[in-house]
């Protein structure tokens, strides 16, 4: 048995294993069975603990939707680590907030499988977006920028019928954007402050699946960015919170209603990770200053940890993942 495992499988299986997994399981296996070859493509030992910026954090702000290219220290993305092995080879994907945090992370690593991808994003983030895009088209993918404002149910038709016509199909959508500001009180949240969280958070994924399901064959899948917030919310994320447990929802009733249509439907809930969203009004500077250091890893996760998640929430192997919810928060809390 261990001996038909590929390196494919092996490489597969480390990058799948996020939150440091991958660094303990590769050197292991390569010590069980070192006739694989998986000794010379083992990945160095990682301590999790240490392996990226801890707190405290200096205090930053940045005009929303924020750009990481003015994080303090930069969020690491996946760019100069991620390694693909094929996984998603000729796949055609779709992912909102494509060009930073952990959009920009599946963005990378989904390129890097193989994947043709569109992003969108707001103007105000072309800079960003021109980084990511020009990283797919490193790879030889094709990198499809698509700007534009989610809260426009036009725009988000719109949106999944460029997708289509410039990749030639689509069978990958993730639904990642997201509205997070801050606010002490619910009587600081106003009613334009509430219908901006749903439009972007909830409306949005709803006009895209509806434009995008008539395009999507068996084998494609639906991915969405919740949180550790559907489940533990915050006192001051009042809005957003209730939008992550709507993504979770929805997520557990689509794959409930495409399954049978051989679509799945799955989630990534997020603990606190370093993306312009935090630093663009998401989180009070007390708050950033901290950020992550209650985790067990005392840290904040970075995109980057997040990208393989992504992959094998889309890739045809984890053919009997649907309606589940990938959690990666450092430590704590349930998806
Ligand atoms: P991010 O700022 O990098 O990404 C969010 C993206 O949303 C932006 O890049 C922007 O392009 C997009 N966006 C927002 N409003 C939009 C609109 N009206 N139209 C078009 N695009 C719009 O931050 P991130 O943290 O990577 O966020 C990605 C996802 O992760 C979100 O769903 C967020 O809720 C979730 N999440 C983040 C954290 C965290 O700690 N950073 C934790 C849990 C969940
Ligand atoms: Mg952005």
Redesign the pocket.
Known sequence: MIDKLSRRDVVGGAGAGVLGVAATAAPAFAKDAPTTGAASTAAPFEDPTSKYPKPPFERQTQPW??L?SKMNPPPDHGEKSYKGSGRLAGRKALI??G?????RAAAIAFAREGADVAI???PA?EEDARQVIDLIKAEGRKGLAIP????DENFCKQLVQQAVDGLGGLDIVVN?????QTRASIMDVTTEDFDATMK?NVYAPFWIIKAALPHLKPGSSIIG?S???ATDPSPELYDYAQT?AATTNYVRSLAKQLGPKGIRVNAVA????W????VSGGATMEKLEKFGGATPLGRPGQ?AELGSIYVQLAANDASFSTGQVYGAMGGGGLP
């Open positions: 939707p924020g990481a909102t907030g060009d930073s945090g952990m959009g969108n994003y707001l983030e534009g404002d989610l809260k990642n954007a997201a509205r997070q972007t960015t949180s550790e917030q992550k997020p603990g606190p990770i993306t312009p969203l935090q995109p």
